[in-house]
């Protein structure tokens, strides 16, 4: 079955300081792997997916993932963080047509 | 914004009492999933249509039930309600079921307040 880890229930980083949120996964195959953020009161906002091919995907808001099939990664990256950026985010992974299974999220605080 | 609409967006009601959820997927979009996020199971798939058909059920009660109408609208029926369906429910849509298509976009979500 598949699943996802969030290690990192909170993380807090400077403003301005680079940022890397950890996703691992469980699943057979390649899956197909999204990163989402939920600002308070918000619905889910895609960030970003991985299909297939170029294991760097660029997102929205100048966020990345890279796609590390040795580790079973799909960390979320941004080189420089915005206080606007304080948010839930979470990892899914999912099967082609199924629904998506999330991780339990890191709370992002941005500190001045 | 999403293109997805969910109705109402808060709702508060009585233990025992039923409650109706509606989405509204985005335009051209045959699929719609729901989802309920709650702070100890964080986010849990309940159910999905795909071009009014049931085509996989998840960790859905057997007190809540759901649909999809011919406009592709969908509707999900909570019954029997307890505090502990308390909760926000989320309605994601996606064009189709494979590569690309199946990206999902999510609702603003119905917060559900049972008291």
């Known amino acids: 079955a598949q699943s996802v880890t969030q290690p990192d229930i909170h993380i807090t980083v400077s403003e301005g300081a680079s940022l890397e949120l950890r996703c691992n996964y469980s699943y057979g195959a390649t899956p197909y792997l999204f990163w989402y953020v939920q600002s308070p009161g918000q619905g889910l906002q895609l960030l970003l997916k991985?299909?297939?091919?170029?294991?760097l995907v660029q997102g929205i808001k100048g966020f990345e993932a890279e796609f590390k099939r040795s580790q079973s990664s799909f960390n979320l990256r941004k080189p420089s963080v915005h206080w606007s950026d304080a948010a839930e985010y979470f990892c899914?992974?999912?099967?082609?047509?199924?629904?998506?299974?999330f991780g339990k999220g890191t709370s992002l605080l941005v500190t001045p | 914004d999403s293109g997805v609409t969910q109705t109402p967006k808060h709702l508060i009601t009585a233990t025992g009492q039923r409650v109706t959820l509606r989405c509204s997927p985005r335009?051209?979009?045959?699929?719609v999933y729901w989802y309920q996020q709650s702070l100890d199971q964080g986010l849990q798939f309940l159910i999905q249509?795909?071009?009014?058909?049931?085509?996989a059920k998840g960790n859905i009660l057997e007190r809540f039930s759901a649909q999809q109408f011919p406009d592709l609208h969908s509707e999900l029926n909570l019954s029997s309600l307890e505090l502990g369906d308390s909760a926000l429910y989320f309605c994601?849509?996606?064009?189709?079921?494979?590569?690309?298509?199946?990206?999902?976009?999510f609702g603003p979500g119905t917060r559900l307040t049972v008291t």
């Open positions: 335009s051209g979009d045959l699929s």
């Open positions: 899914a992974v999912g099967d082609s047509g199924y629904a998506l299974n």
């Open positions: 991985y299909f297939s091919g170029d294991t």
């Open positions: 249509y795909y071009n009014g058909e049931e085509r």
């Open positions: 994601a849509s996606s064009v189709g079921l494979a590569g690309p298509s199946y990206e999902q976009y």
